[in-house]
């Protein structure tokens, strides 16, 4: 009997809630402003020439108007940018998203993949705007003030107080917009400190996902309530080569031919680790880290489980938001939302997919040639989830670009590839990997299932309409002896015998999933990607497709007596519309329903849509960075 192979999740955070005694400030009114420039810093260390800014008109509320975007670039390796055209803006309140490649003061090389950071501010006072570490960790928690009551320089002032708390730092510093790290002062000293606390012996793409768990830990009260990553952050101030970071800024800077004066950052990291800074952190020398090497950058098995969570972060995300664009697509759902280049779902989802193959790629190419233990079952499972995104991906989009290693900022700009080069690549990868994963995993486990490959094969065999291949791998994982799951248990017990890949939530997460996911899809703590009734389902679709009818009759049967419905007396004329029936009234929005309906070619007759309409726009956001990307026809 096979158990379940799930994704464990359990983030267990102590929800806290401050209160003052003070009263709290009305809101203020908006503004209306027009500015004939803005101009900026973007710094993590510097972001490079290229990176691109996207500013956003906010309401009273820090919400985006949709009314006013505008978009420029860093112009230099200084990070440095401008807004030179006129903007009319109906709120003095902006949002700055900012996307590039940056100098990782860390390692003193340039970034090999870019990161997202984001800031907040009131341009009715100002024409400059730094986003940096700071502003990105703080903007979610100035949101919540603001939207608990708080006017926005209250809730800005509140918000770095309770950052800096987090890193036993007690000094005021100014609005973190305001700070620049070649200020020379002790606020830019603090800004650094941190920055570097943080990056400390992570990749970009990690430290991508590290950042973005502390912003939303942060949010809610105010303080970091998850003890992992806590630690992370104390072993960042207990090993970060504080001399080293300094050193690699200043030299960054005398290599564009400017010197800096960097204030002693020694002084606002915890290097003893006894949650106090005081005289013995200003002069606490750490140990030079010896540089990331292929055969130690993976030391041990835990360290590639690690690095596997990390990744089903942002995989969990991508399916969230895909399985909210196929319910309203599918009108599974009573959600409305313009499925178009600008939707902000699309474009997350998209970003969270290249995010997590970029995780993936990472431990992939470090899984190779590793002699001290056997990482196979880590770089077959990598292999089997990149698998699993890049089906999803062109399901949804066509072509998309293939990336299968850590790209140099030479190689950034992927065009598409053609869906069926790279469903015969995956199939090689999956093929590959299924004797090192696991017969019977538990639930627990972060190495997937044999299934889970099988699954995936058969899947895309059915894409290519291969039917006589994709039912010799589907019938690998149905066991004629299990009865199917079809009631609400399925979405509770993690023991359950019906699921083959599912999203795993903790009862009481506090990091909760997307909203709109949450309000109309989630069911329980488990979420099927993929399941036993669906590869019977699967199985039906090559039958049918192979003009097997009698054995198609049989599967059909099967599901219909699971579910307690008659069995059919023959085969109906079309078949695909039972097909269709039995999966939206047993599977319905859980996944692929939109994926099924193409493939049985009804999708634009039973959703009347356009054919066009059958996948989604690449993002406004790809099109915008990259020249080579090109939009799927009729958006």
Same mark, same amino acid.
């Given at each position: ?5 799930? +994704?464990?999740f ?8 401050s209160? #003052? ?24 260390g ?26 420029t670039?860093t112009?230099? !390796? ?14 003095q ?19 090999s ?8 501010? @009131? ?24 939207? @608990?009551?708080?006017?926005?320089? $209250? ?78 952050i ?8 504080s +001399? ?10 005398s ?18 680790? @006894? ?12 140990k ?6 292929e ?23 991508c ?11 599918? /009108? ?8 178009? #280049? ?5 474009n ?18 470090? #899984?190779?040639d ?44 992927? &065009? ?11 199939? $090689? ?10 017969e019977?995993?538990?639930? @627990? ?29 589907f ?6 002896n ?7 248990? $399925? ?5 359950? /015998? ?62 219909? $007596? ?9 085969? &109906? ?37 356009? #054919?066009?309409?059958?996948?989604? &726009?690449?993002?406004?956001?790809e099109? !915008? ?6 939009q /799927? &026809?009729?958006?």
């Open positions: 009997m096979k158990k379940i192979t799930s +994704i464990l359990l983030a267990l955070f102590l929800l806290t809630c209160k #003052s005694g003070e009263e709290i400030p009305s809101p203020e009114k908006t503004k209306t402003i027009i500015k004939s420039q803005l101009t900026g810093k973007i710094e993590k510097p972001f490079l020439t290229g990176s691109k800014i996207t500013l956003y008109e906010l309401d009273n509320e820090l919400k985006q108007t949709g009314k006013n975007i505008f978009k670039e112009t230099n !390796d200084n990070g440095e940018f401008l807004f030179d055209s006129k903007m009319e803006l109906s709120s309140f902006v949002e700055l998203e900012i996307s590039g490649y940056f100098f990782n003061e860390v390692t003193g090389k340039r970034s993949s870019q990161i997202t950071l984001n800031a907040l501010a @009131d341009v009715s006072v100002k024409n400059k705007v730094n986003v940096n570490i700071l502003t990105h960790l703080v903007y979610k928690r100035i949101k919540n003030l603001v939207s @608990d009551g708080l006017t926005f320089p $209250v809730a800005q002032k509140q918000a770095h107080k309770e950052l800096l708390m987090v890193f036993y730092i007690t000094k005021d510093i100014k609005n973190s917009d305001d700070i620049g790290l070649t200020d020379g002062n002790e606020d830019a000293a603090i800004l650094l400190a941190i920055s570097a606390v943080l990056l400390h012996d992570k990749q970009e793409a990690a430290f991508s996902e590290f950042i973005a768990k502390l912003s939303n830990d942060f949010a809610s009260d105010g303080t970091i309530s998850d003890n992992s990553l806590m630690e992370q104390k072993a960042g101030q207990k090993n970060v080569n +001399i080293q970071v300094m050193d690699h800024l200043k030299s960054y800077f290599d564009q031919g400017k010197t800096i004066e960097v204030d002693n950052i020694r002084k606002f990291i915890d290097g003893n680790g @006894d949650g106090v800074l005081d005289d013995t952190d200003a002069t606490f020398e750490n030079p880290n010896d540089e990331i090497s055969d130690n950058f993976f030391p041990n098995g835990e360290a590639y489980k690690q690095a596997l969570i990390a990744s089903y972060a942002k995989l969990r995300v399916f969230e938001y895909m399985l909210v664009l196929d319910a309203a697509r599918c /009108n599974l759902i009573d959600y409305n939302t313009e499925i178009s #280049s600008q939707n902000a779902i699309i997350d989802a998209w970003k969270q997919a290249y995010q997590f193959v970029n995780l993936l790629n990472l431990i992939i190419e470090h #899984s190779v590793v002699s001290i233990f056997d990482t196979k079952p880590f770089l077959s499972t990598s292999k089997v989830l990149r698998a699993l995104i890049y089906l999803d991906m062109i399901q949804h989009w066509g072509d998309v670009p293939f990336i299968t290693k850590q790209l140099s900022m030479d190689e950034m700009y992927v &065009p598409r590839t053609n869906k069926n080069e790279i469903f015969d690549a995956l199939l $090689v990868d999956l093929i590959e990997s299924v004797p090192y994963l696991k019977e995993p538990d639930h @627990d486990q972060h190495i997937v299932s044999r299934d889970l490959a099988n699954a995936l094969i058969g899947a895309i065999y059915l894409e290519q309409k291969k039917y006589n291949e994709a039912v010799s791998f019938t690998k994982i149905i066991d004629e299990q009865p199917l799951i079809l009631g609400n248990t $399925v979405y509770n017990d993690v023991n359950n /015998n019906e699921t083959i890949f599912t999203l795993l939530y903790s009862e009481n997460e506090n990091l909760q999933p997307f909203g709109i996911f949450s309000q109309y899809i989630k069911k329980g703590i488990l979420h099927p990607i993929y399941r036993h009734t669906g590869i019977l389902l699967n199985i039906a679709e090559t039958l049918n497709g192979l003009n097997r009818n009698s054995e198609l009759l049989n599967v059909l049967n099967q599901i219909r $007596v699971a579910g307690n419905m008659n069995p059919l007396q023959e085969l &109906p004329t079309n078949p695909k519309y039972e097909i269709a029936a039995l999966w939206k009234k047993y599977i319905g929005s859980d996944y692929g329903y939109f994926a099924l309906l193409k493939r049985l070619g009804i999708a634009v007759e039973l959703l009347e849509i356009q #054919s066009y309409q059958q996948l989604y &726009p690449i993002p406004y956001q099109l !915008d960075m990259n020249p080579n990307m090109t /799927n &026809p009729g958006y």
